[in-house]
Structure formats: C-alpha cells, structure tokens
C-alpha cells in the first residue's frame, strides 16, 4: 500500500463527503477508493467511517486521523514547494480560475503560449463566475471583475473589463437603428441576468451610459433574459434584439460584420479586472512565471 496515496484519497472522501466524489478528483475508480480505505484501516487497525448505503460517518478516531493527515500532506507539499524554488524552473500543477467569458475567450486561447513557454506546468483551469476561495479551494491564482472585498492577497491591476452595446445588420434593417439612449425605450433589449448580489445586476433592466453630456440610464426593457452570455451572444446573432456584450465575445463579430457597434459617442459601463494570488506563494516559479505572463499580456499601462 502507498500510505502517501492512501491518505490522500482518505482526505478527498471526508472532504467531498462520499466515495464516489473522492473517485472523481482522484482520477480512480469508486472500487479502488474502497480498497484505499480498507487497506489503511487494516494497517491502523482501527475503523475511520462507519459507512451505510446511503451515508458516511466518521469515526471519533477518523477525525482525528483526518486532522493529523491534513498536517501530513502539508508538510510534504512545502517540501516539494521549496525543492521547487531551489530549482527555480517552472514544474507542477498550476490551479487557476477566471469567470467564464473572459477565461473562454481570452485566458484560454492564451494558455497554448504560456504552456510552449512552460513545458513543465500543468495547467488546472476553473471558470466560474463565482468568486471560490483561494485558499480553501486550493487555487494558486484567481481573475476577478469587479470591486473587490478587503483581503490579504495581492492585487495586480489588470485592463478594464469592457462592454460593446450591438445588434445585427437584420434586427437594425427591420426595426431602424437607435441614435440617442431615449431611443432604446422602443427596441428589443435582450438582458443577461446577473446573479444576486452582483455589482451589474441593476443592468438587467436599466442601461448606464456614458457620454457627452455624462452618465446617463435608460430603461429598458425585451423580449428575453438569459444567463448565458454564450446564448445572449447566439441571440443577438440571429437578429432577436440589441445587446450589451462583453468585447472579449463580440470582438471578430464586430470585425466581420455579424453585429455593428451602436452609438458610439455613449459608452457602457465597465469593471476593473485584478489578478490576485497569495503573498507567501508567489515565490513559488510556476506562479511566479504565471503573473509575469499575464501582466505582460492583460496589464494596465
């Protein structure tokens, strides 16, 4: 038995709460996850779960165990995070995560470079476009829009998220082409429906413009709200209504022609964008490396 493997896998089960969750981070089999469990409990001697069908429960010597194996595993990966900066050469498993939009159009087409550059990194990408802890979640290093909440983690200041309103060369030969903010009163607005507690939710049903004359907001209102930014960006392809879609989506339309950029003196709001890691981790080269590459590429000048 690998006793390191095995109490990892031991880890993974109280954490995700079953065997069969445990299979999956760990790349194995249920089957073998059991076999992990039976045989660290044969060499401790002692039972760890007490399992059903239907659920797991600790034993009072499985808690303990799972503490004094937290420590353990911790203890192991700073020994290979300080093998790792006597080295100095970007290796291992880099966990990142962005929101969803912006890692599928502009983090993950940029990653193949990052990889050549990097050859011993490998990349572990979450998107969401929910704010995972790093720290609890295990993440090295995370993308974030919008304000962000006092913390101890660096902050690298990255360039604006921006919005494009558009709509197609269809929707404006039928319904005529809006000249002032008044005029999207009476055209369909199609909406993406921010979740709750979001910084932008107000832009489900009233638009904040800027332009000459300062900030101004509309409301607005049509025949969809979506929360797909991929399904918004499919609709406002056929012709369904105008939009206000992130620049990473809608870029190569406005270049081809498939949307057109509206009103150009009256821009929409934007987010400010950060890169944020750990203070203590950045010594790490693959992280290192990571924040120098983004920097160079999404940084603000």
């Not at 790349?27 to 007490?50: C, F, I, P, Y």
């Not at 049903?205 to 399904?231: C, D, F, Q, T, Y």
């Not at 960006?233 to 270049?255: C, F, N, S, Y």
Request: hydrophobic share 40%.
């Amino acid at each position: 038995m690998d006793l390191f493997q095995a109490m990892s896998v031991y880890v993974k089960v109280v954490e995700t709460g079953s065997m069969t969750a445990a299979a999956l981070q760990c790349d194995m089999s249920t089957t073998m996850v059991g076999n992990h469990l039976k045989a660290l409990e044969q060499r401790l001697g002692v039972r760890l779960l007490n399992r059903t069908t239907r659920r797991q429960r600790l034993t009072e010597f499985g808690v303990a165990y799972y503490q004094r194996c937290l420590e353990v595993l911790g203890l192991v990966a700073d020994s290979e995070r300080l093998a790792e900066q006597a080295l100095d050469e970007p290796s291992g498993t880099l966990r990142i995560t962005a929101p969803l939009t912006f890692g599928t159009e502009r983090l993950a087409p940029a990653l193949s470079e990052f990889s050549r550059q990097n050859p011993r990194v490998k990349l572990d990408v979450v998107l969401t476009n929910r704010r995972p802890d790093l720290l609890e979640n295990g993440l090295d290093v995370a993308f974030r829009l919008g304000a962000l909440e006092p913390s101890n983690l660096i902050a690298r200041p990255l360039i604006d998220y921006t919005l494009t309103m558009c709509a197609s060369p269809d929707y404006l030969a039928r319904r005529g082409t809006p000249q002032t903010p008044e005029d999207l009163r009476h055209h369909d607005c199609l909406s993406f429906a921010y979740p709750a507690g979001d910084d932008w939710q107000s832009v489900q049903k009233e638009w904040r413009l800027a332009g000459p004359e300062g900030e101004v907001s509309v409301g607005v209102s049509g025949p969809m709200l979506i929360n797909s930014s991929a399904g918004l960006h499919q609709a406002a392809r056929t012709g369904m209504g105008i939009v206000m879609m992130p620049d990473a989506l809608v870029e190569q339309d406005l270049k081809d022609g498939k949307l057109l950029a509206l009103m150009p003196d009256y821009c929409p709001p934007s987010r400010p964008m950060h890169l944020v890691y750990a203070q203590d981790r950045h010594r790490l080269p693959k992280l290192r490396r990571f924040v120098e590459f983004a920097v160079q590429r999404w940084g603000k000048h």
